[in-house]
């Protein structure tokens, strides 16, 4: 069998919390029946993207899989975006934003189908300060979120909700940013900054809805204050949000600075305080294994 035909797992077995063997399982199986061979690639923390680009240059997989979480998907786009090799999602994380972005289903069966199959879609790739970026960075409350996130000892969702109330009140927003585009420079403070290359945050709430993932435009999100009325509404698909409440800037590349050093993450990982942020869109996009609906709703 050719080195081609091969299928790359790529599995981050702290993710979410939860036990992985399943998905090898079901994956390696799903692997025999079309006719592909089966790699598994666990990850450590340790020098990960060289050993996935080892196992990538000398296999040569059409397709390299990922359960894990945000971090994880993004560390595997960045070995694979400047490829033609088609990337499958199969979210094993906390939040897992990049797949309620996507649409994906919750079923692991239904999941690994997806990722098998001939619907795929090339998406913008960012990178904010060097990182790679598919979903949404932030500045500001969120990121203060992720940090107390990761420092506290109670995984998943739960997690997050026992975090967000002292992160509410010890948050010393609102910040004050400078944002430098092509169309010129916007001054505005707010309690969040939000860099979104898709609609909506882990939570489902839908920050971004006129973005999409592939027409090579990224958004600035500035939202300017706690308005509670306003953030219920990002529960819909389709929020009709007040101008007082958000300010959006539409853009294919940014300079964003803060008055201080404040919070900072991307996809779901904290990266630490800064007061400067670079952004770029990559000439080379990722393809990856999406659903039919959502293809469709991306395709012109």
Same mark, same amino acid.
């Not at 979410?16 to 450590?44: M, N, W």
């Not at 996935?52 to 040569?60: A, G, M, R």
């Not at 906390?94 to 690994?112: R, T, Y």
């Given at each position: 069998?050719?080195? #081609?035909?091969? +299928? ?26 079309? /006719? ?10 340790? %020098?990960?993207? =060289?050993?996935?680009? =080892?196992? @990538? ?13 945000? &971090?994880?998907? /993004?560390?595997?786009?960045?070995? $694979? ?5 088609? $990337?499958? @999602?199969?979210?094993? &994380? ?15 069966? %239904? ?5 098998? /199959?001939?619907?795929? $879609? ?5 990178? @904010? ?20 996130? #990761?420092? /506290? ?32 420079? !916007? ?5 969040? $900054?939000?860099? *979104? ?6 939570? &489902? *709430? ?10 090579? =435009? ?40 803060? *008055? =201080? ?7 779901? #990982?904290? +990266?630490? #305080?800064?007061?400067? !942020? ?8 990722? @393809? !990856? ?12």
């Amino acid at each position: 069998m050719k080195s #081609e035909n091969y +299928i790359l797992l790529v599995v981050n077995p702290i993710a979410g919390d939860s036990e992985k063997t399943a998905i090898i399982d079901a994956v390696k199986i799903e692997a025999i029946k079309h /006719s592909y061979r089966f790699q598994l690639y666990t990850t450590t923390g340790k %020098e990960d993207k =060289k050993a996935i680009e =080892k196992i @990538i240059e000398d296999v040569k997989p059409s397709r390299v899989f990922v359960a894990g979480g945000d &971090g994880t998907i /993004s560390l595997v786009a960045e070995c $694979l975006y400047e490829k033609e090799i088609i $990337l499958g @999602i199969i979210p094993a &994380g906390s939040a897992n934003g990049m797949a309620v972005n996507f649409g994906l289903p919750k079923m692991i069966e %239904e999941q690994i189908a997806i990722a098998f /199959s001939d619907c795929t $879609l090339k998406v913008d790739v960012l990178f @904010i300060n060097g990182k790679i970026c598919l979903h949404i960075a932030d500045l500001g409350i969120n990121a203060e979120l992720v940090k107390n996130y #990761e420092t /506290s000892g109670v995984r998943g969702k739960l997690g997050y909700f026992l975090q967000s109330i002292p992160t509410l009140m010890n948050s010393e927003s609102p910040f004050h940013f400078t944002i430098e585009t092509d169309e010129g420079i !916007v001054e505005d403070s707010g309690v969040l $900054l939000a860099i *979104a290359n898709a609609n909506k945050f882990g939570t &489902g *709430a839908t920050i971004n809805p006129q973005g999409k993932v592939n027409d090579g =435009k990224f958004e600035i999100l500035i939202f300017r204050n706690l308005d509670f009325i306003e953030i219920f509404k990002t529960m819909n698909d389709q929020p009709d949000m007040s101008s007082d409440f958000v300010q959006i800037i539409s853009t294919d590349s940014a300079i964003i600075h803060s *008055a =201080k050093k404040i919070p900072f993450q991307i996809d779901g #990982e904290f +990266i630490g #305080e800064i007061d400067e !942020v670079k952004i770029t869109i990559a000439q080379q996009k990722l @393809i !990856v294994a999406l659903p039919k609906k959502f293809c469709k709703l991306h395709t012109p």
